[in-house]
């Protein structure tokens, strides 16, 4: 392969391939890591008989992005900031550049750790010390005034003998380092976290400022924790409905699909027969307004919900606008970036006729969870794993401003560790604090309303939920 033949294979280069280096000797790439369509491909390779991460830069700023690589990564290891160790960097034969890095055969992402290992609660002790290991290497990287402009857990490897700080394109170099920019990187860093970790960033903070010997203004904190809070949930959200790394997404004139792309293969098996797998499925509901089922989808236990159109009028009043279905899935990948438990939306199909909206199904994640209502005893406060998950439920939403819209107890699922929150088609972030407060008042009688006012449950959860205005 050379850098125009890999640019044309887009985000599919083959498994495994060779490229001729400038000097002439041949780079053997394994298997690929990560594909950015027509600009770069990173993997794990051979070069020399020696196993490396391999970075192949084949879009026309090759040179240029291949040299900010080099140089952050060396900026990295000459301040002593722990990185794989840069090993060596050319040109293609035919066009293009690459480098090569240490390839650290134990290494995950702190992504990957905390995926695999995080409590469901937040603020653990085995959680809390992952986390103030990263801020702690970040306030190393400020001390020796470099600043990263791409601050995400993916780009932390963890070895079982230390954190390093990867990406060195992101890196930059500054005679001083100003709040502003230090405030910047740790809004970044924040902003990756479930929101239900707010009340421990603190501890967070102490870990960067001991590494720093400094710290932001709070002032200048707030502002930029907010900015990149706001930014990243924009950039989530808009994600969510177009092609990129994350999802695949297809518009047609007559149909719309976006489908999580890690899950494409087994959502590819029913994604185009919807209406027959719902026949063949477990069926859960069948309503005027939406019919649910269980479904297997290659092997992934998935529910499918299908918003159908209950008369003319109904259908011509939902053409214009976006579908329930599209609703949902936005909410829920909103809550899951929040870090509040909800299944993982997987698909949205809708039909289209060109800019008009038809009918639409929402393919979701099967939760094995037992709803609220069956669950608990109403003479009895909530055993102290649910009353814990409940409080932080609860907590989290209402200080993002969230409202359910129907929050009865069958909408709310115990899975053993979590409270899984599902039907999200009224669900609402709110933009003032008075529109919220009127409508967590709706959500908080709704759910009280599921056991009696004298109940020793409906005491508990009346003194424990956040309080507001009482709704009649």
């Known amino acids: 392969m050379d850098a125009a033949s890999l640019r044309a294979a887009g985000r599919q280069p083959p498994a495994a391939f060779r490229v001729q280096l400038a000097d002439g000797r041949s780079l053997h790439m394994l298997r690929t890591l990560r594909v950015l369509p027509g600009r770069r491909i990173v993997g794990q390779a051979l070069l020399d008989g020696k196993l490396v991460l391999a970075k192949l830069f084949v879009d026309k700023h090759s040179a240029r992005n291949q040299t900010r690589e080099w140089q952050g990564i060396t900026r990295l290891a000459t301040a002593g900031i722990p990185t794989p160790a840069p090993l060596f960097h050319a040109g293609l034969a035919n066009g293009g550049h690459m480098l090569a890095i240490d390839y650290l055969t134990n290494a995950e992402t702190l992504l990957e750790v905390w995926r695999r290992t ?8 085995r959680d809390l010390a992952l986390l103030q290991s990263a801020f ?16 995400h857990l993916g780009n932390f490897l963890q070895t079982p003998d230390a954190l390093l700080l990867i990406d060195g394109d992101a890196v930059r170099q500054h005679a001083t380092l100003e709040d502003k920019t230090a405030a910047r990187d740790l809004g970044m860093l924040f902003a990756q976290l479930p929101r239900s970790w707010k ?17 932001p203004e709070r002032a200048v904190l707030d502002r930029a924790m907010d900015s990149e809070a706001r930014w990243r949930l924009r950039d989530y959200l808009d994600k969510c409905g177009r092609d990129c790394t994350l999802f695949r ?3 047609r004139f007559r149909r ?6 890690a899950q494409s293969e087994d959502i590819d098996t029913v994604i185009n027969t919807l209406d027959q797998a719902i026949d063949n499925g477990q069926l859960l509901k069948r309503g005027n307004t939406c019919t649910v089922a ?3 989808a290659g092997g992934l236990a998935v529910v499918i919900k299908r918003y159908n159109r209950k008369s003319l009028g109904h259908a011509l009043s939902r053409l214009w606008r976006p579908s329930r279905g599209w609703h949902s899935w936005r909410e829920g990948h909103r809550l899951r970036l929040f870090g509040i438990p909800t299944p993982a939306p997987l698909a949205i199909v809708e039909e289209r006729w060109g800019p008009l909206r038809g009918r639409a199904w929402l393919i979701n994640a099967r939760c094995t969870g037992t709803d609220l209502l069956s669950l608990l005893d109403a003479d009895l406060p909530p055993p102290p794993p649910i009353a814990a998950a409940l409080q932080t439920l609860f907590s989290t939403l209402h200080r993002e401003h969230i409202s359910h819209g129907d929050l009865k107890a069958t909408n709310l699922l115990w899975d053993g560790e979590q409270i899984q929150v599902i039907d999200l088609d009224a669900m609402k972030q709110h933009r003032s604090a008075s529109s919220h407060a009127q409508a967590w008042a709706r959500d908080r009688a709704r759910l009280l309303r599921n056991w009696p006012a004298d109940s020793a449950l409906h005491d508990w959860l009346d003194r424990e939920l956040p309080a507001g205005a009482r709704h009649k």
């Not at 702690?136 to 601050?151: I, M, V």
């Not at 009340?199 to 710290?215: E, I, K, M, S, V």
């Open 136 to 151: 702690a290497l970040l306030g190393k990287l400020h001390h020796a005034r470099l600043s990263h402009d791409d601050l």
């Open 294 to 296: 269980s479904v297997d």
């Open 256 to 261: 719309f699909e976006a489908v999580w792309r």
């Open 118 to 125: 995080a409590s469901p609660l937040p603020g653990a002790p």
């Open 199 to 215: 009340p421990h960033f603190p501890d967070l903070l102490n870990a960067y400022a001991t590494a720093a010997g400094r710290q």
């Open 249 to 251: 997404v297809r518009k």
